[in-house]
Protein backbone atom coordinates (compact mmCIF):
# COMPACT_ATOMS: atom_id res chain seq x y z
CA UNK A 1 0.00 0.00 0.00
CA UNK A 2 1.21 3.42 -0.63
CA UNK A 3 2.84 5.25 2.44
CA UNK A 4 1.60 8.62 3.70
CA UNK A 5 4.85 10.25 5.63
CA UNK A 6 2.17 12.59 6.78
CA UNK A 7 0.35 10.02 8.87
CA UNK A 8 3.74 7.94 9.74
CA UNK A 9 5.61 11.38 11.00
CA UNK A 10 2.04 12.08 13.06
CA UNK A 11 2.26 8.60 14.52
CA UNK A 12 5.78 9.00 15.39
CA UNK A 13 5.84 12.63 17.24
CA UNK A 14 2.70 10.71 19.41
CA UNK A 15 4.94 8.15 20.47
CA UNK A 16 8.08 10.19 20.97
CA UNK A 17 5.86 12.52 23.07
CA UNK A 18 4.31 9.70 25.43
CA UNK A 19 7.76 8.26 25.94
CA UNK A 20 10.25 11.75 26.13
CA UNK A 21 7.24 13.63 27.36
CA UNK A 22 9.49 16.95 28.88
CA UNK A 23 12.59 15.44 28.29
CA UNK A 24 15.33 12.28 28.76
CA UNK A 25 16.11 12.82 32.04
CA UNK A 26 18.44 9.81 31.96
CA UNK A 27 20.11 10.82 28.37
CA UNK A 28 20.99 14.03 30.11
CA UNK A 29 23.88 11.58 32.13
CA UNK A 30 25.68 11.75 28.60
CA UNK A 31 27.87 14.69 27.25
CA UNK A 32 26.09 16.55 24.80
CA UNK A 33 28.51 16.07 21.95
CA UNK A 34 28.67 12.37 22.36
CA UNK A 35 28.58 9.65 19.54
CA UNK A 36 27.79 6.62 19.32
CA UNK A 37 27.24 3.79 17.17
CA UNK A 38 24.44 0.77 17.20
CA UNK A 39 23.39 -2.17 15.44
CA UNK A 40 19.87 -3.37 15.85
CA UNK A 41 19.74 -7.41 15.44
CA UNK A 42 17.05 -9.60 15.38
CA UNK A 43 16.38 -12.68 17.89
CA UNK A 44 14.08 -14.94 16.14
CA UNK A 45 13.02 -15.62 12.62
CA UNK A 46 10.62 -13.11 11.21
CA UNK A 47 9.33 -10.87 8.59
CA UNK A 48 10.57 -7.28 8.91
CA UNK A 49 8.14 -4.17 8.43
CA UNK A 50 8.45 -0.44 10.00
CA UNK A 51 11.33 0.55 8.21
CA UNK A 52 9.56 4.00 7.82
CA UNK A 53 8.55 4.52 11.13
CA UNK A 54 11.48 3.76 12.07
CA UNK A 55 13.21 5.82 10.43
CA UNK A 56 11.24 8.76 11.51
CA UNK A 57 11.89 8.03 14.85
CA UNK A 58 15.75 9.31 14.93
CA UNK A 59 14.87 11.80 12.11
CA UNK A 60 12.71 13.93 14.18
CA UNK A 61 14.88 14.25 17.28
CA UNK A 62 18.26 14.46 15.34
CA UNK A 63 18.71 14.20 11.54
CA UNK A 64 22.47 13.55 12.19
CA UNK A 65 21.41 10.14 12.93
CA UNK A 66 22.93 7.96 10.22
CA UNK A 67 21.21 4.57 9.47
CA UNK A 68 22.76 1.85 6.95
CA UNK A 69 20.12 -0.81 6.52
CA UNK A 70 20.99 -4.30 5.37
CA UNK A 71 17.32 -5.67 4.89
CA UNK A 72 14.19 -4.37 3.27
CA UNK A 73 10.96 -4.62 4.71
CA UNK A 74 9.16 -7.98 3.73
CA UNK A 75 12.50 -9.63 3.72
CA UNK A 76 12.47 -12.98 5.92
CA UNK A 77 15.44 -12.02 8.92
CA UNK A 78 17.18 -14.76 10.73
CA UNK A 79 18.29 -14.73 14.50
CA UNK A 80 21.15 -12.86 15.10
CA UNK A 81 21.22 -11.05 11.92
CA UNK A 82 22.42 -7.60 11.64
CA UNK A 83 19.38 -5.57 10.30
CA UNK A 84 20.89 -1.87 10.42
CA UNK A 85 23.69 0.20 11.75
CA UNK A 86 22.88 3.11 13.12
CA UNK A 87 25.78 6.12 14.08
CA UNK A 88 24.92 9.44 15.05
CA UNK A 89 24.78 11.42 18.61
CA UNK A 90 24.87 9.44 21.47
CA UNK A 91 21.70 11.39 23.11
CA UNK A 92 18.93 10.92 19.94
CA UNK A 93 20.16 6.95 19.84
CA UNK A 94 19.33 6.96 23.30
CA UNK A 95 16.55 8.66 23.59
CA UNK A 96 14.77 6.77 19.94
CA UNK A 97 15.76 3.36 20.96
CA UNK A 98 12.56 2.13 22.81
CA UNK A 99 10.14 4.03 20.15
CA UNK A 100 11.69 2.78 17.34
CA UNK A 101 11.91 -0.53 18.08
CA UNK A 102 8.06 -0.52 19.37
CA UNK A 103 7.44 0.37 15.82
CA UNK A 104 9.86 -2.07 14.14
CA UNK A 105 8.85 -4.97 16.22
CA UNK A 106 4.91 -4.50 16.59
CA UNK A 107 4.72 -4.40 12.70
CA UNK A 108 7.08 -7.25 12.34
CA UNK A 109 4.89 -9.03 14.44
CA UNK A 110 1.64 -8.55 11.95
CA UNK A 111 4.25 -8.91 8.80
CA UNK A 112 5.48 -11.99 10.31
CA UNK A 113 1.73 -13.62 11.54
CA UNK A 114 0.11 -12.56 8.10
CA UNK A 115 3.60 -14.41 6.27
CA UNK A 116 2.25 -17.75 8.06
CA UNK A 117 -1.50 -16.71 7.00
CA UNK A 118 -0.19 -16.66 3.36
CA UNK A 119 2.13 -19.50 3.43
CA UNK A 120 -0.79 -21.25 4.64
CA UNK A 121 -2.65 -21.17 1.59
CA UNK A 122 -0.48 -21.20 -1.08
CA UNK A 123 -1.25 -22.82 -3.82
CA UNK A 124 -4.94 -21.83 -4.32
CA UNK A 125 -6.87 -18.76 -5.47
CA UNK A 126 -7.59 -17.00 -2.32
CA UNK A 127 -6.01 -14.14 -1.10
CA UNK A 128 -5.67 -13.50 2.46
CA UNK A 129 -7.03 -10.23 3.94
CA UNK A 130 -6.93 -7.81 7.15
CA UNK A 131 -10.18 -6.08 8.98
CA UNK A 132 -10.30 -3.26 10.78
CA UNK A 133 -9.15 -4.48 14.05
CA UNK A 134 -6.58 -2.97 14.63
CA UNK A 135 -4.68 -1.49 17.52
CA UNK A 136 -5.97 2.27 17.57
CA UNK A 137 -3.81 4.96 16.21
CA UNK A 138 -1.80 2.35 13.99
CA UNK A 139 -3.99 1.25 11.24
CA UNK A 140 -1.95 2.58 8.58
CA UNK A 141 1.18 1.18 9.97
CA UNK A 142 -0.50 -2.51 10.74
CA UNK A 143 -2.46 -2.73 6.95
CA UNK A 144 1.17 -1.77 5.56
CA UNK A 145 2.44 -4.64 8.14
CA UNK A 146 0.44 -6.66 6.31
CA UNK A 147 1.25 -6.36 3.14
CA UNK A 148 4.97 -6.66 4.00
CA UNK A 149 4.16 -9.98 5.15
CA UNK A 150 2.10 -11.18 1.83
CA UNK A 151 -1.12 -10.50 2.59
CA UNK A 152 -3.94 -7.92 1.44
CA UNK A 153 -5.64 -5.13 2.16
CA UNK A 154 -9.47 -4.50 3.30
CA UNK A 155 -10.81 -1.12 3.33
CA UNK A 156 -9.05 1.12 5.67
CA UNK A 157 -11.96 2.68 7.32
CA UNK A 158 -15.57 3.24 6.81
CA UNK A 159 -15.30 6.37 4.83
CA UNK A 160 -13.35 4.07 1.30
CA UNK A 161 -15.76 1.27 0.89
CA UNK A 162 -19.45 0.39 1.08
CA UNK A 163 -19.65 -2.65 3.57
CA UNK A 164 -23.01 -3.58 4.57
CA UNK A 165 -23.10 -5.96 7.77
CA UNK A 166 -25.57 -7.71 9.39
CA UNK A 167 -26.43 -4.75 11.77
CA UNK A 168 -27.05 -2.65 8.68
CA UNK A 169 -29.80 -5.36 7.32
CA UNK A 170 -30.85 -5.66 10.72
CA UNK A 171 -31.93 -1.57 10.44
CA UNK A 172 -32.60 -1.67 6.89
CA UNK A 173 -35.04 -4.57 7.06
CA UNK A 174 -33.72 -7.20 4.94
CA UNK A 175 -30.82 -7.49 2.57
CA UNK A 176 -32.85 -6.31 -0.66
CA UNK A 177 -33.74 -3.51 1.39
CA UNK A 178 -30.23 -2.59 2.04
CA UNK A 179 -28.73 -3.20 -1.40
CA UNK A 180 -32.25 -1.32 -2.46
CA UNK A 181 -30.41 1.66 -0.83
CA UNK A 182 -26.85 1.37 -2.10
CA UNK A 183 -27.82 1.82 -5.06
CA UNK A 184 -29.90 4.50 -4.30
CA UNK A 185 -26.96 6.17 -2.73
CA UNK A 186 -25.44 5.48 -6.51
CA UNK A 187 -28.00 7.32 -7.80
CA UNK A 188 -27.18 10.85 -5.74
CA UNK A 189 -22.93 9.65 -6.28
CA UNK A 190 -23.62 9.52 -10.23
CA UNK A 191 -20.91 11.37 -11.94
CA UNK A 192 -18.53 11.68 -8.90
CA UNK A 193 -15.20 10.01 -9.07
CA UNK A 194 -14.25 6.38 -7.60
CA UNK A 195 -11.42 4.16 -7.62
CA UNK A 196 -12.10 0.58 -8.08
CA UNK A 197 -9.66 -1.69 -6.40
CA UNK A 198 -10.22 -5.44 -5.17
CA UNK A 199 -14.13 -5.54 -6.68
CA UNK A 200 -14.69 -2.57 -4.31
CA UNK A 201 -15.51 0.98 -4.75
CA UNK A 202 -13.12 3.20 -2.91
CA UNK A 203 -14.21 7.07 -1.71
CA UNK A 204 -12.25 9.86 -3.67
CA UNK A 205 -12.72 13.28 -1.48
CA UNK A 206 -15.14 13.53 -4.50
CA UNK A 207 -17.58 11.29 -3.33
CA UNK A 208 -18.39 7.66 -3.68
CA UNK A 209 -20.22 5.15 -6.36
CA UNK A 210 -21.63 2.46 -4.54
CA UNK A 211 -22.50 -0.21 -7.33
CA UNK A 212 -19.65 -2.80 -6.44
CA UNK A 213 -20.63 -2.97 -2.30
CA UNK A 214 -20.32 -5.83 -0.44
CA UNK A 215 -22.73 -7.27 1.65
CA UNK A 216 -22.55 -9.92 4.95
CA UNK A 217 -25.20 -12.66 4.45
CA UNK A 218 -24.88 -15.54 7.31
CA UNK A 219 -26.39 -18.36 5.63
CA UNK A 220 -27.66 -19.77 2.33
CA UNK A 221 -30.96 -17.88 2.31
CA UNK A 222 -29.43 -14.67 2.59
CA UNK A 223 -26.55 -15.72 0.20
CA UNK A 224 -29.22 -16.58 -2.19
CA UNK A 225 -31.09 -13.02 -1.45
CA UNK A 226 -28.30 -10.99 -1.84
CA UNK A 227 -27.47 -12.66 -5.62
CA UNK A 228 -31.04 -12.44 -6.69
CA UNK A 229 -30.58 -8.69 -5.66
CA UNK A 230 -27.87 -8.40 -7.86
CA UNK A 231 -25.10 -7.94 -5.44
CA UNK A 232 -21.65 -8.57 -6.98
CA UNK A 233 -18.95 -9.38 -3.58
CA UNK A 234 -20.48 -11.16 -0.95
CA UNK A 235 -19.27 -11.91 2.73
CA UNK A 236 -19.99 -15.11 4.03
CA UNK A 237 -19.75 -14.40 7.97
CA UNK A 238 -18.81 -17.36 9.97
CA UNK A 239 -19.98 -19.92 7.53
CA UNK A 240 -18.76 -23.81 8.16
CA UNK A 241 -16.86 -25.91 5.71
CA UNK A 242 -19.71 -27.57 4.49
CA UNK A 243 -21.76 -24.39 4.35
CA UNK A 244 -18.98 -22.17 2.33
CA UNK A 245 -18.42 -25.06 -0.46
CA UNK A 246 -22.39 -24.76 -1.25
CA UNK A 247 -22.06 -20.89 -1.08
CA UNK A 248 -19.33 -21.10 -3.42
CA UNK A 249 -21.59 -23.83 -5.97
CA UNK A 250 -24.33 -21.30 -5.29
CA UNK A 251 -22.70 -18.50 -6.46
CA UNK A 252 -21.17 -20.33 -9.45
CA UNK A 253 -19.34 -17.72 -10.24
CA UNK A 254 -21.87 -14.81 -10.46
CA UNK A 255 -20.36 -12.93 -7.28
CA UNK A 256 -17.38 -12.56 -5.37
CA UNK A 257 -16.88 -14.24 -2.44
CA UNK A 258 -14.69 -13.58 0.85
CA UNK A 259 -14.65 -16.00 4.03
CA UNK A 260 -14.48 -14.36 7.56
CA UNK A 261 -15.31 -15.59 11.15
CA UNK A 262 -13.18 -18.06 13.18
CA UNK A 263 -10.32 -18.00 10.74
CA UNK A 264 -6.96 -19.86 12.19
CA UNK A 265 -3.91 -21.36 10.82
CA UNK A 266 -5.54 -24.65 11.46
CA UNK A 267 -8.34 -24.06 9.08
CA UNK A 268 -7.31 -21.28 6.82
CA UNK A 269 -6.50 -24.18 3.97
CA UNK A 270 -9.64 -25.81 3.83
CA UNK A 271 -11.20 -22.36 4.05
CA UNK A 272 -9.46 -21.41 0.70
CA UNK A 273 -10.30 -25.40 -0.72
CA UNK A 274 -13.71 -24.27 -1.12
CA UNK A 275 -13.04 -21.89 -3.65
CA UNK A 276 -13.86 -18.34 -2.29
CA UNK A 277 -11.49 -15.60 -3.48
CA UNK A 278 -10.89 -14.12 -0.32
CA UNK A 279 -10.02 -14.62 2.90
CA UNK A 280 -10.06 -11.95 5.91
CA UNK A 281 -8.02 -12.71 9.63
CA UNK A 282 -8.99 -10.19 12.06
CA UNK A 283 -6.11 -11.93 14.38
CA UNK A 284 -3.59 -10.59 12.05
CA UNK A 285 -3.67 -6.93 13.38
CA UNK A 286 -5.55 -7.53 16.75
CA UNK A 287 -3.54 -10.00 18.26
CA UNK A 288 -0.10 -8.93 18.06
CA UNK A 289 3.11 -10.30 19.30
CA UNK A 290 5.77 -8.42 18.92
CA UNK A 291 8.92 -9.71 17.57
CA UNK A 292 12.06 -9.74 19.33
CA UNK A 293 14.63 -7.61 18.22
CA UNK A 294 17.98 -6.05 20.40
CA UNK A 295 19.25 -2.56 19.67
CA UNK A 296 22.92 -2.73 21.38
CA UNK A 297 25.62 -0.01 21.41
CA UNK A 298 29.01 -0.59 20.18
CA UNK A 299 32.33 -0.42 22.53
CA UNK A 300 33.87 3.24 21.45
Known sequence: MPLNNTDIAASVTRALAEDIGTGDITARLIPEQATAQATVISRETAVLSGRPWFDEVFRQLDARVQIDWQVSDGDHILPNQTLCELHGPARALLSGERTALNFLQTLSGTATLTARYVDAIRGTRAKVLDTRKTLPGLRTAQKYAVTCGGGHNHRMGLYDAVLIKENHIAVAGSVAAALAQARAMDGESAGRE?????????????????????????????????LSAGATRILLDNFDLEALNAAVRETSGRATLEASGGVTLDNIRAIAQSG??????????????????SLRFLPH
Open 194 to 226: AVSERGLIHWTNTGAVLRAAEIEVENIDQLRAA
Open 276 to 293: VDFISVGSLTKHVRAIDL
